[in-house]
């Protein structure tokens, strides 16, 4: 079981995020928790919620990076990492139980917390960081792909699509088969460039990550609100007293 | 990585005690130890205790160690899974060879075969044992290649130390005097292969911040926000750089503790027989120490490539 499918269907379901539009708003991650703890592999424990050093199982984190150019240009990019659902997927082959596979039909990377014995080398395996721990449980956790709610029939139509999916209010994230060179999806990545994380590691991720978009250099008065003028920046013209006060409270 | 003391006790006993198996077969096929009882009751014991205590401490830190058969059944992809089942079927030939040995005092005939063939069977068990770690890309201080020639000539040299130790406690002074220079040799190969892999490690590594993003042609990364502010499961799993600090100093410890000071005993107990007994007893707990302290090291200092998503 945790060899890869032999006869893979050819469907790729998978997600497509834009670091172009992404703001790190959290709200993926928050809706990711929300559903999938009560979902196929819930619950997606807390440890100390409210105490100094909480911990928690998520399958979706956002980083922040700023990317600075030799010219000093800076950039800010928010980066929403969860399972790439890949296609070499080493967490699927190191598993000695069986418990961690790769569906044949659609190519999700599930685990059977049935029978995962929590030896952890899955989550070593993996070099982007998707697997999680249940320290309260015992058992290793991940991203579902939200297999429970894309083929739900109880919903409707348009809500089959993952949680952090339907929730980004940029819609910074898509679903679909990016097996299918036609699907919406691949379409977008081809247009955008859209690539895969440390190729070199010979994963081959099925999720892609489009790349920000140039920044818009020059452009003038009308390219971004004007500065305001901060007039008390400076203490000429203020009395003696309010520049020592500035003195003392900016110490 | 978070070296747990659960798998460092794990890979360092169960090297030893293979170890000490495929020592004791040899011995034995060249007939330098005779199959006696108290003898043989000893020194298995040890070899087994070894193991079994290793193994056992192995399954103990599961999160389901009552699950712990399951992990047998996937040996056609996992290394893991395969060092498990091997570690099963070594326990057949091991087993029957040391009871032979012990009860029916004799290793003749077929009998050696099969201690032999436990030999064989103890050095692949450790193979596979080196192999979980060796086979993990995402940790490239273990894939790099240098891991599984470790594992193996650390676990030949701890249980030549070990079965020195014995012999020369045994009185079997022919074995001793056979057994030192293979002893010798495997621990100035040890310090040779650990040497090479410390200075492949200290390289830099090829995946970095940039190709990890892939953020690499708008400039130099950094990570200006985590996605958390208290450390997380991966961080507390992966994210383990206490080690980076001290590794020199500890570097040093283990060289002179399991490499070093062993040679030099062994060599003094060749060179003053009256002392070999007191000589090689510290060898052994020397070694026994030094060779914790290096996979210690070998935890610690591995650095996971998912820290590059965490500017560490
Ligand atoms: S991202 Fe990690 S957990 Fe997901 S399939 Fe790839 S290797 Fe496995
Ligand atoms: S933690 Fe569970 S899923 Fe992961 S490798 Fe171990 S048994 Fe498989
Ligand atoms: S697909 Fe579902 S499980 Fe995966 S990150 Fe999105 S919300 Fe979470």
């Known amino acids: 079981m945790t060899s890869l499918p032999k006869n893979p269907s050819g469907k790729k379901l998978g997600l497509v995020i834009d670091l172009d539009i992404c703001v790190g708003c959290h709200a993926c991650a928050v809706n ?102 249940d320290e309260d449980e015992g058992v290793m ?57 440390m190729p070199e590691q010979g994963t081959r991720p099925v999720n892609r990550y489009l790349p920000p978009r140039p920044k818009q250099v020059g452009g003038g008065e009308a390219s971004a609100p004007r500065m305001l003028a901060h007039q008390d920046d400076s203490d000429d013209g203020a009395g003696l007293l309010a520049s020592w006060v500035d003195k003392v409270l900016s110490r | 990585m978070h070296p747990a003391k659960s798998v460092i006790f794990f890979t360092t006993t169960t090297g030893a005690g293979y170890g000490l198996l495929f020592w004791l077969a040899v011995l034995s096929y060249r007939g330098l130890v005779g199959p006696d009882f108290m003898f043989g009751l000893i020194a298995f014991g040890i070899a087994f205790t070894l193991v079994v205590a290793g193994l056992l401490s192995s399954t103990l830190h599961l999160g389901h160690p009552e699950r712990a058969w399951r992990a047998l059944s996937q ?116 310090l040779v292969i650990k040497l090479s892999y410390w200075s492949n490690i200290d390289r830099p590594l090829a995946n970095t911040a940039e190709t990890a993003t892939g953020l690499g042609e708008f400039g130099k990364v950094r990570m200006i926000e985590s996605p958390h502010d208290q450390p997380n499961y991966l961080l507390k799993e992966m994210g383990y750089s206490i080690a980076r600090k001290h590794s020199k100093k500890l570097r040093r410890i283990a060289v002179i503790c399991a490499f070093i000071l062993p040679f030099a005993l062994v060599v003094g107990g060749w060179l003053v027989p009256e002392m070999a007994q007191y000589f090689l007893s510290v060898a052994t707990l020397l070694c026994g120490l030094g060779l914790v302290v290096e996979r210690w090291l070998f935890f610690a200092e591995a650095k996971h490539v998912v820290t590059l998503y965490y500017d560490q």
């Open chain 1, 32 to 133: 990711c928790k929300e559903w999938n703890t009560s979902g196929k592999m819930a619950p997606l424990t807390d440890l100390e919620p409210y105490g100094a050093k909480p911990d928690g199982v998520w399958f979706n984190r956002i980083h922040t990076f700023e990317a600075i150019s030799d010219a000093g240009i800076s950039r800010t990019v928010h980066f929403p990492k969860s399972c790439l659902h890949c296609d070499d997927a080493p967490c699927v082959t190191v598993c000695p139980t069986g418990a961690s596979y790769k569906r044949e039909e659609d190519g999700i990377v599930l685990v059977n917390t049935d029978i995962c014995i929590g030896c952890k080398l899955c989550s070593w395996a993996c070099p982007y960081g998707a697997r999680e721990y």
């Open chain 1, 141 to 197: 956790k991940k991203c579902t792909l939200c297999v429970d709610k894309i083929y739900n029939e109880n919903l409707p139509e348009e809500s089959r699509v993952p949680a952090c999916v339907s929730t980004c209010p940029t819609g910074a994230r898509s679903f679909g088969d990016l097996g299918d060179p036609n699907s919406e999806v691949s379409k977008l990545v081809a247009a955008r460039e859209g690539y895969a994380l």
């Open chain 2, 75 to 190: 040996w056609r992809s996992s290394w893991l899974s395969r060092e498990g089942l091997l570690a099963v079927l070594t326990f057949i030939p091991t087993g029957l060879f040391a009871l032979a040995w012990i009860f029916l005092g004799s290793v003749s005939g077929p009998i050696i075969w099969l201690g032999l063939l436990g030999a064989v069977m103890s050095l692949a068990t450790v193979y596979t044992t080196s192999m979980i770690y060796g086979s993990l890309k995402a940790i490239p201080a273990w894939s790099i290649g240098w891991t599984s020639p470790g594992y193996l000539v650390l676990s030949l040299m701890s249980g030549a130390v070990l079965a020195c130790g014995l012999v020369v406690l045994g009185g079997y002074w022919q074995a001793a005097d056979w057994l030192m220079l293979p002893t010798l040799f495997f621990l100035a190969f040890g």
